[in-house]
């Protein structure tokens, strides 16, 4: 089965192509979904990060959340090569005036060092800001990194701006967030065969819903005690089959890079 990174080549509002070379004609922002899903209502997610991505030859759409005033954590694939990223924080709308959203542009990003582009293993990146930024009530840092691994069967949320239909290319202008349930490696060896590793996980929604292209790099949520969010991974892949075909998503656990992003970030425990 091939394994297919969720990533847009886009930049707000210009057109666009699938990665692996699918053209398209145009592009625009769509109230949709992530497929499925419900849109978010303001500062429900205020860690989330809108991430165009500039490279020497193509604009990307990414997402990415904020792990302190100075850091994002994405997927590597998204930040590989890249020259220039614009961020915008703090509205879950892509598009529409919003007097609570913040832009800021940087080029400084860190790629795991055994990041495998082809196989997709270790995709996890981070981005660094040029200055610290104020916190607000829509603009926060996610509560903390996991202290163990997820396991199979609990519940996880997926956010992002990803692509409404596998038939349109348009990313959703409004946030949304879609419920899941993490799946054991083996099962998810079922579709993807030795594709998936000890760093991987996979999750499955209801009635095929999941994240899509353009939501690469976005966090895989998990509540504690209700309320509290822990990024226990990050959306890395979807099948080839399709965003809504029954396979699951994939994701690159954030447990094993714990350390690796705390010695990168000096983000305290």
Avoid at 96 to 115: G, I, K, M, W
Avoid at 127 to 146: E, N, S
Avoid at 160 to 168: L, P
């Amino acid at each position: 089965m091939l394994l297919r990174s969720v990533t847009v080549l886009s930049l707000f509002g210009l057109t666009i192509s699938w990665c692996y070379g699918h053209n398209v004609d145009s592009f625009s922002h769509k109230n949709g979904r992530i497929i499925g899903g419900s849109p978010a209502y303001p500062a429900q997610y205020p860690f989330m990060a809108a991430i165009t991505v500039q490279s020497s030859t193509t604009r990307i759409f990414c997402v990415g959340a904020l792990l302190s005033n100075q850091w994002i954590l994405t997927a590597a694939h998204c930040v590989n090569g890249a020259v220039l990223f614009t961020i915008q924080l703090g509205s879950n709308s892509l598009s529409e005036a919003d007097s609570n959203r913040v832009t800021l542009a940087t080029s400084t990003y860190v790629v795991h060092p055994e990041f495998n582009p082809d196989t997709l293993e270790h995709d996890v990146g981070l981005i660094k800001l040029r200055l610290p930024i104020d916190f607000t009530d829509y603009i926060r840092a996610v509560d903390y990194l996991p202290s163990s691994p997820i396991l199979e069967f609990q519940n996880v949320i997926a956010v992002g701006w990803g692509q409404v239909t596998d038939a349109d290319p348009s990313l959703s202008d409004e946030l949304r967030w879609v419920l899941m349930s993490a799946i054991s490696n083996e099962e998810c060896r079922l579709t993807y065969g030795s594709q998936i590793t000890d760093s991987m996980i996979c999750a499955s929604g209801n009635y095929n819903e999941g994240p899509c292209l353009g939501d690469s790099g976005g966090p895989l949520v998990h509540l504690l005690n209700g309320s509290r969010m822990v990024v226990v991974a990050v959306s890395s892949f979807v099948s080839g089959n399709g965003c809504e075909s029954p396979d699951p998503s994939g994701y690159t656990r954030t447990f094993p890079y714990v350390d690796w992003i705390r010695n990168t970030t000096d983000l305290s425990e």
